[in-house]
């Protein structure tokens, strides 16, 4: 079946200008994560998803983050007055219970952001 | 801050050669999981090992974990350039919903 898909696969804004990055889970997964990547780095964690409700925002970096997701299915992460640090590939990930569990995340491509 | 640290940071090798990677972390955990990503885009699993486990294997890939230690290897045998990338271990702990990645081990198969 369909994995992860994430849109756009990648966005160049100018500094202080708002986005909006999607991620489409695996159908039937309830669990759906996002994470940063700075080059040549590591995954952070950003903020995780129980159906639509967030329990973990904790890796969310400022208030110009948020995020949301429908039921389910799709999540949108906003970042708003983008500035030069936010560049980074943001990926999103699904499972298909609560992490904690044991369970393998199913990663998208990602979106690489560029921010001017 | 990150949870697991992989050793070495880069590694080059040649094409029938052995490549290992180490990760250490340093809470207690439920298992650790070890990822590869393609030139810096979406992360695919390779292997999961339970913290009561010790040794794992899958195809040419072979996982230990030594929990007194908090550390774990991954060792892929008869490397073949395909397996260029970069792996991360990635570590689920306690009650945390998230998984705690690594900085990662860059692995060069040469030719």
């Known amino acids: 079946g369909a994995g992860v898909s994430q849109s756009p696969s990648n966005k160049v804004t100018e500094k202080g200008k708002d986005v909006e990055l999607r991620c489409d889970p695996i159908?039937?997964?309830?669990?759906l994560y996002w994470y940063r990547q700075r080059l040549g780095q590591g995954l952070e964690f950003l903020i995780y998803?129980?159906?639509?409700?967030?329990?973990?925002k904790s890796g969310l970096p400022s208030d110009r983050f948020s995020a949301e997701r429908t039921g389910e299915s799709v999540s949108t992460l906003t970042i708003q007055r983008t500035q030069q640090e936010d560049s980074a590939v943001y990926l999103c990930a699904s499972s298909p219970r609560r992490s904690g569990r044991g369970d393998t995340q199913y990663f998208g491509p990602g979106t690489r952001l560029t921010v001017l | 801050s990150q949870q697991g640290e992989e050793d070495p940071q880069a590694l080059s090798i040649q094409e029938g050669e052995n490549a290992t990677m180490n990760c250490s972390y340093k809470t207690s955990i439920n298992n650790l999981q070890w990822y590869r990503q393609n030139s810096g885009r979406g992360l695919v699993h390779l292997i999961l090992i339970r913290s009561n486990e010790r040794e794992k294997h899958s195809g040419r890939l072979r996982v230990t974990l030594d929990t007194s230690k908090k550390s774990s290897s991954l060792l892929i045998t008869a490397s073949r350039a395909a397996d260029t990338a970069s792996y991360f271990c990635a570590t689920d702990a306690g009650s945390a919903r998230q998984l705690t990645f690594g900085s990662g081990t860059q692995l060069t198969v040469l030719p």
């Open positions: 159908s039937g997964h309830t669990a």
């Open positions: 998803f129980q159906g639509n409700s967030a329990p973990d």
